[in-house]
């Protein structure tokens, strides 16, 4: 199957549609709103599902959770070390401040949850299986960046450090107590234990519906970029450009990692939606945290307007593709 095909394929799904829908909505500024506590509830369904499932899969592999440690590594490894990728191309392209540079380039290193489901979504439509230890790998790559994104800020603007002492506890607690991500290993965790007979108990609510509830967060999520689109007066072309060709170096190093350690195609391909993402809710909170010198009018838009819809409509098909022809 060709680019085209799978672009097509991905554009016309009703979940990338219902987005679309929210984008029209929010430009139109139209009254459509989702409720936060059911964008919540949304979110919380959707990070179940996906671990929960990814539990029982990889419960019923060979080799178990020794057969996930070498992508563990590799995705902290990577996550850790896309930062400083990120930002030595901003340094070269771009006049931003070193704190604002420093907090955009852990976006890029960071993963975007959604982004992985809606690629989780399009290879269950393609019909390509993927390894369950994935959802341990994403859980994994969302607090190395920040680590990166900090010590970055701190060497090039040493005014950053005493905000970033002064947050360092609550820093701590924000990442490794955050909800998305504790709900996503725990509910992998439980899938590890209960196997496929804890999938046949919840298959009618964690399986069936799924479809349907990620079209709906996407469509709130499609109202959520919209509302940032104002900001792209302020952006340059370069930092603009920064946008798309970030994710395509970030899936290209996921490639050769995933290339070098031999998984299959869709693992493969996960693994490059995660290396090629960029976080809009973990990392920004981190940030505004510890570096309050860093402006969230340019971290947040690039990484939610641009890079967000980019990955979802266009991204996730052409890294399916790269995927097939080389790990194929």
């Avoid at 990338?16 to 369904?45: K, T």
């Avoid at 899969?57 to 440690?69: E, F, Q, V, Y």
């Avoid at 939606?273 to 809710?281: D, H």
Wanted: hydrophobic residues 55%; neutral net charge; glycine residues 10%.
């Amino acid at each position: 199957m060709d680019f085209f095909q799978l672009f097509l394929q991905n554009l016309l799904s009703p979940a990338i549609l219902f987005f679309a829908l929210g984008i029209g909505a929010g430009l139109l500024r139209s009254d459509l709103d989702v409720p936060e506590s059911i964008s919540r509830y949304l979110s919380i369904y959707l990070m179940m599902s996906i671990g929960f499932k990814g539990g029982t899969a990889l419960a019923g592999t060979d080799g178990g959770i020794l057969s996930a440690l070498p992508l563990l590594l590799a995705g902290a490894g990577v996550s850790f070390a896309l930062p400083f990728v990120a930002y030595w191309l901003l340094r070269r392209t771009t006049r931003l401040d070193a704190p604002t540079q420093a907090a955009v380039a852990g976006h890029y290193g960071s993963v975007s949850i959604v982004t992985f489901v809606t690629a989780v979504s399009f290879l269950q439509q393609s019909a390509i299986g993927y390894e369950g230890f994935i959802v341990a790998v994403l859980a994994l790559m969302e607090a190395p960046a920040i680590l990166s994104a900090l010590y970055i800020a701190h060497r090039a603007a040493p005014e950053t450090i005493v905000a970033g002492k002064q947050a360092s506890r609550k820093l701590s607690r924000e990442i490794f107590t955050n909800g998305a991500i504790l709900l996503l290993f725990g509910s992998f965790m439980i899938g590890l234990v209960s196997g496929q007979s804890g999938l046949a108990k919840l298959e009618g609510f964690l399986v069936t519906p799924f479809q349907g509830i990620l079209a709906l967060f996407l469509l709130d999520m499609g109202l959520l970029v919209a509302r940032q689109f104002h900001h792209m007066r302020d952006f340059t072309v370069p930092l603009a450009a920064f946008g798309i060709y970030m994710p395509l170096i970030g899936a290209l190093a996921g490639l050769a990692i995933a290339s070098a350690l031999g998984v299959d195609v869709g693992t493969g391909a996960l693994f490059m939606v995660l290396c090629a993402s960029a976080s809009y809710i973990a990392v920004p909170a981190a940030m505004r945290l510890a570096l309050p010198q860093a402006r969230p009018a340019i971290y947040l838009p690039l990484s939610l307007a641009i890079t967000f819809p980019f990955n979802i409509v266009a991204g996730i098909p052409l890294y399916v593709l790269v995927a097939e022809q080389v790990l194929g």
